[in-house]
């Protein structure tokens, strides 16, 4: 069974603080995703990862950067976080070699900047 | 580039009757197609995929290019189909996804 881990499932910070999120995936995935999810807008693709040290931006990758130091691990960070940032935040990894393109959630961080 | 449209943000059905969301999609070549769902309190997960052409809990969908559609059905809606719907198309690495449905489904 495919587990994602996120390091939060709720999260408040000030505007202008550096927020980092973390996931962690244990199925040996090369690609690796973050996602915002906001009621009538759907899941957005913030960054992705398709190898260690590799990153793509994807669709609203503004006010965002992301790290992936290990296959494992990849990390959404907030430079100076505001209030427009308030979202839910979803991480996904995926596997090359079954099941192309399906894609296995963590259960999200809520974040609420202030 | 890969486009996903949802119309509803909201279907509400009475229990045991039929369940149609819409999708409609755009993408130039062959598209990857997904269902994806979200019970509350719970993560994202896969309903279902096109190329696998099955039913998962009563759900099928059907791939219509000409009308570039890829429509959720249920004969008979359960209690416990209520949540968020989201249609998925992908290619490469990448998936898109459209703004989700809130299926309510109501005794």
């Known amino acids: 069974d495919v587990k994602v881990t996120q390091s939060s499932r709720y999260l408040v910070k000030r505007t202008g603080e550096k927020v980092f999120l973390e996931c962690v995936q244990d199925m040996d995935h090369e690609n690796m995703f973050w996602y915002r999810q906001d009621p009538g807008l759907g899941l957005r693709l913030i960054y992705f990862?398709?190898?260690?040290?590799?990153?793509e931006k994807g669709d609203i990758p503004e006010g965002y950067s992301v790290s992936r130091e290990k296959k494992e691990r990849f990390s959404l960070i907030l430079e100076s976080a505001s209030t427009n940032q308030t979202s839910m935040y979803l991480c996904?990894?995926?596997?090359?070699?079954?099941?192309?393109?399906?894609?296995?959630f963590g259960p999200g961080t809520r974040l609420t900047v202030t | 580039a890969q486009r996903v449209t949802q119309p509803e943000k909201l279907l509400s059905v009475f229990k045991g009757a039929p369940v149609e969301l819409k999708c409609n999609y755009s993408?130039?070549?062959?598209?990857?197609l997904f269902w994806y769902v979200q019970y509350s309190r719970q993560r994202l997960q896969l309903l279902l995929r096109?190329?696998s052409r099955e039913s998962i809990k009563g759900f099928t969908a059907d791939l219509n290019k000409g009308e570039t559609s890829f429509h959720l059905k249920k004969p008979f809606a359960q209690e416990e189909d209520s949540a968020m719907y989201y249609c998925?198309?992908?290619?490469?690495?990448?998936?898109?996804f459209g703004t989700g449905t809130q299926l309510k489904v109501e005794l």
């Open positions: 990862s398709y190898d260690v040290k590799m990153k």
């Open positions: 096109h190329i």
């Open positions: 998925a198309t992908g290619g490469g690495n990448k998936l898109t």
């Open positions: 993408y130039s070549g062959s598209p990857e």
């Open positions: 996904a990894s995926r596997g090359t070699v079954i099941f192309p393109y399906e894609q296995y």
